[in-house]
């Protein structure tokens, strides 16, 4: 009867452990690729910068502001005149996306004033995520959350796709108990990068952290709930990667295992 009852806690514990993060993070992974959210004119010019979205169509309407119609004034000295000036604008602006697009080629780059007031930018969560990056490792006196290095360039785009799919591959192997714990120290390091940006690295941040690390929230506040949930979510990773997928898994049926049970004395 002992034997039969850590077989089955052996088993189906991991089982259940799979289950659970399969399920949060395929839903966590397609969720990031699927759903649009809106930006922020900060994170809307860093995405511009990085080439990932184009920059404010407002900026089409800049010629119209310029003094087009004042040579009409005078037709009798400019008749010729006044196509010139109409016809040019026209043209960059319809190659180039308007005026503004000139100035950024040479290498200003856009500012959150230049969306400010547009239509709402929306993108995949991804590339949100993307923009967090860049935000976490471009800050002005304060700690950055996040390597300078990598938050140039094309490195914040690269690494959230890496988190995303890392997200909806390691929850589909999960369930499959494929890989189990390679994906599940995936996953734990994607929690622990999420713990770090979100909680414990702007509780450091302010310098008001209790503890020298925790978010300063009231103790039985709701904001708990979500680093609570991380952090479960962490350490559900982390035991899954130590105890294995269990018998019922790929891993077993495809590469073999051994029943720890199995070895214990007579």
């Avoid at 009867?1 to 949060?24: A, E, Q």
């Avoid at 990031?32 to 184009?54: C, H, R, T, W, Y």
């Avoid at 599940?184 to 503890?211: E, F, N, R």
């Avoid at 506040?221 to 350490?235: C, D, I, R, T, V």
């Amino acid at each position: 009867m002992m034997r039969l009852r850590d077989r089955v806690g052996l088993n189906l514990s991991p089982l259940f452990l799979r289950v659970m993060l399969g399920i949060i993070f395929v839903w966590a992974g397609l969720g990031k690729v699927s759903n649009f959210i809106q930006l922020s004119p900060e994170d809307a010019a860093a995405l511009a910068n990085m080439g990932v979205i184009k920059g404010p169509g407002g900026v089409t309407k800049e010629p119209a502001k310029e003094p087009a119609k004042e040579p009409t004034k005078e037709p009798a000295k400019e008749p010729t005149k006044e196509a010139e000036p109409v016809k040019e604008p026209p043209k960059t602006g319809a190659s180039l996306g308007g005026g503004v697009v000139l100035v950024r080629q040479d290498g200003t780059g856009y500012t959150a004033a230049d969306f400010e007031g547009k239509d709402p930018v929306k993108v995949r969560a991804v590339f949100a995520l993307a923009a967090a990056l860049h935000s976490a490792g471009n800050v002005k006196d304060k700690m950055p959350l996040w390597p300078p290095a990598l938050a140039q360039g094309q490195w914040p785009v690269w690494l959230a796709w890496a988190v995303s799919l890392t997200e909806l591959a390691g929850g589909i192997s999960l369930l499959l108990g494929l890989l189990t714990r390679v994906w599940a120290v995936g996953i734990a390091g994607v929690m622990l990068g999420a713990l770090w940006l979100t909680q414990i690295g702007p509780a450091v941040q302010s310098g008001k952290a209790l503890l020298g690390f925790l978010p300063n929230y009231p103790a039985f506040g709701m904001e708990w709930q979500m680093p609570m949930f991380q952090f479960s979510l962490l350490a559900a990773a982390l035991a899954l990667a130590c105890c294995g997928p269990g018998r019922l898994s790929l891993d077993t049926m495809l590469l073999g295992g051994r029943d720890e049970v199995d070895d214990d004395d007579e």
